[in-house]
């Protein structure tokens, strides 16, 4: 009855015809066949009610459709009411000013230009890992900021769910939330979001995102830095937190690798820095997230602290897998490097062994090397490593549901697939699927050329979850 409700004050308002207007006289007589044709009227009324506008590369027309479609997303987000959307064909979108999203305006990209429904945006193995991603638009729609300003921001809390959905956010910088910056009711949803830096003299948050109590889910955010230096003859701490993202919200069903959060003292002194959270600094919600090859490391301090190679977590973590993280504390007279997946504080079902001799045991293709990648066959690895559960692994429904809010429960793994079958759980950010087995990607197959673990060596190990 609720859209009843929507109709009615439409019709009080003046702002449907005639013909819609007489359906209120049909309605208040009853008849529950005359109602179902309201209710059919209605639903084709409230769909034709929503404008789509519509924005391609180089576009130059008014964004009534595709073949009209404009350049520029701003003005077609300005032009649009809480409803409305905004199709953003793929191309690379060069961000002179800072997008403001709009309360209610779901933005969407990866289309080829001609699609007349969300679900028909093409995707395909772009990465070649073996399987098709929910990030992995064949058209991607890249909206780069050039290295110069934040691209994607949210100014203040939504009284409606708004999601951009399937862009990639690239080359933001700013001090808090690079890439891009949410509030509540703010959703990013199968996006990337990648080679975003925020960075200031003092303390830099979230990289890639800052997310002040919105949703990030089924995104990868990978090779984003928080960055903070001491600079000049005034001694100040330095302290950088979320080197992919800083979260005060949900991040859910997402890819976390090769982000950090890094401190350097350019000018000595007395000077201190802090360093949390390479892959994520988390006061808020994670859950089914694989968080890998993160990078927390300071340099150069007269005291220097990292914490939490992977993420730094105050808040609450749900089954996730936490792997190959590290620490790097470099100083004059001493360096040390550490594999770090420690999390400390609420988890449940989080596999965050400290040791990688077991990755082959239990992973399908688990990464050779720990911390950021700092060469091109190292990325490429990054980007097909696969975290599935192999058949046997010891991570096989050995969790448990107690204290899972029902979200978690009834959500996917990272997958795709039901997180909880036949009342079990497994342990990390996948379920075991007998089928993922049989994809079989080696080095040899892919040009993937292993490099000597540098850090191998050196470690204690704390060969167990952490639940
Ligand atoms: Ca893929």
Wanted: hydrophobic share 35%; net charge neutral; glycine share 12%.
């Amino acid at each position: 009855m609720k859209q009843f409700g929507k109709l009615n004050r439409a019709m009080e308002a003046g702002t449907i015809s005639k013909n819609e207007a007489s359906l209120k006289s049909l309605m208040s007589k009853g008849n529950l066949k005359l109602l179902v044709l309201v209710t059919c009227l209605f639903m084709n009324f409230a769909g034709q009610a929503e404008t789509i506008r519509y924005v391609k590369l180089n576009g130059t027309g008014d964004g009534s459709s595709w073949a009209n479609a404009a350049g520029n997303i701003q003005t077609m987000l300005n032009a649009s009411a809480s409803g409305d959307q905004v199709w953003i064909a793929g191309g690379s979108y060069l961000i002179a000013t800072t997008l403001e999203m709009k309360n209610g305006v779901n933005v969407y990209g990866g289309f080829q230009g001609s699609e007349s429904n969300i679900n028909a945006r093409p995707k395909s193995d772009l990465d070649a890992n073996g399987k098709v991603e929910p990030w992995e638009f064949t058209n991607a729609t890249i909206l780069d900021g050039q290295k110069a300003r934040r691209v994607l921001n949210q100014a203040n809390a939504f009284e409606a769910e708004t999601t951009w959905d399937g862009i990639t956010i690239t080359k933001g910088k700013n001090e808090t939330g690079a890439g891009a910056y949410i509030r509540a009711n703010g959703k990013l949803n199968n996006c990337i979001v990648t080679n975003n830096r925020a960075e200031y003299m003092r303390i830099g948050r979230g990289g890639g995102i800052y997310n002040d109590g919105g949703t990030v889910s089924n995104c990868t955010v990978y090779e984003n830095t928080a960055y903070g230096y001491h600079s000049g003859s005034v001694v100040f701490d330095v302290r950088t937190e979320g080197g992919g993202v800083y979260n005060k919200g949900t991040v859910s069903n997402c890819m976390v690798f090769n982000n950090s959060s890094n401190s350097v003292n350019m000018t000595g002194g007395n000077a201190q820095a802090a360093a949390y959270g390479g892959g994520i600094y988390n006061v808020g919600i994670i859950n089914t997230c694989c968080i890998y090859n993160n990078k927390a490391d300071v340099n150069g301090y007269s005291k220097q602290q990292c914490f939490g190679g992977g993420i730094s977590n105050g808040g609450t973590v749900y089954y996730s897998t936490i792997l190959n993280n590290q620490i790097v504390k470099v100083s004059a007279s001493s360096s040390s490097r550490e594999i770090d997946n420690k999390i400390y504080g609420i988890n449940y079902g989080v596999i965050c062994i400290d040791e990688n001799s077991d990755l082959e045991q239990n992973f399908i293709r688990p990464t050779s090397f720990v911390g950021t990648a700092y060469q091109d066959a190292q990325i490429t690895e990054l980007l097909r490593a696969d975290w599935r559960l192999k058949q046997g692994s010891q991570y096989i429904e050995v969790g448990s549901l107690a204290e899972l809010p029902d979200w978690v429960i009834n959500g996917t793994d990272l997958a795709g697939n039901p997180r909880v079958s036949n009342g079990k759980i497994s342990l990390g950010a996948y379920e075991f699927d007998p089928t993922a087995s049989a994809i079989k990607l080696t080095p040899a197959d892919n040009g993937i050329k292993i490099y000597p673990n540098p850090v191998s060596e050196s470690f204690g190990s704390v060969a167990k979850p952490c639940v």
